[in-house]
């Protein structure tokens, strides 16, 4: 009878560790709800909620669209992340000087205003700021650069000058959501 006994016990304490990694497995699977997901490009960020999602538009992964601010918005603040495949020897800093070389090439007007060092998803990241202009219209914007398994991710809020600031902190903790997701 004992031995019955410690048999059954057995089983259920077997069935109880399967059971709990079932729904550990499961979870780690979960998508967080509100949370936007690319599975090509291996990244997840959340957006504001009643932000317009296009996504491959530009030659971008995907761009949010802040909401029109009335008829006579010319201009919707937005945050687009573009990934591109880089070779293994390349470097953060190395990707930054040449990005910056095409910036300056098609805007006649471009004026870095700060560059640093940063973290993004916990590996490191060039942050800067910078304006330009891009048919007629002057842009502010707040850029992010970070390699990840031979892929360049760059994230860019755009804002109109006299609007970057009531957009700043928003475009911020967009970009503090964003991690890797493999």
Not at 38 to 56: A, G
Not at 124 to 129: D, M, R, T, V, Y
């Amino acid at each position: 009878m004992k031995e019955g006994y410690i048999i059954i016990k057995k089983r259920l304490v077997l069935i109880v560790i399967i059971t709990l990694n079932l729904v550990l497995l499961m979870s780690c699977s979960r998508k967080e709800k509100g949370r936007y997901y690319s599975d090509e490009y291996s990244f997840s960020i959340v957006f504001p909620k009643y932000w317009e999602i296009q996504q491959k538009e530009m030659g971008t992964a995907v761009v949010a669209l802040s909401p029109e601010e009335g008829s006579h918005d010319d201009f919707r603040e937005n945050v687009a992340i573009t990934v591109e495949e880089v070779s293994g020897d390349i470097t953060l800093d190395k990707y930054f000087v040449v990005s910056q070389q095409n910036l300056k090439s098609y805007s006649k007007d471009y004026k870095l205003l700060y560059k640093n060092t940063t973290w993004l998803s916990r590996k490191p990241a060039i942050i800067l700021g910078f304006t330009y202009s891009m048919s007629g219209l002057k842009l502010k914007v707040l850029q992010y650069y970070c390699l990840y398994k031979n892929k360049a991710y760059v994230i860019t809020c755009t804002a109109l000058p006299h609007s970057f600031d009531r957009y700043e902190e928003k475009f911020l903790k967009i970009v503090r959501t964003f991690r890797f997701e493999k």
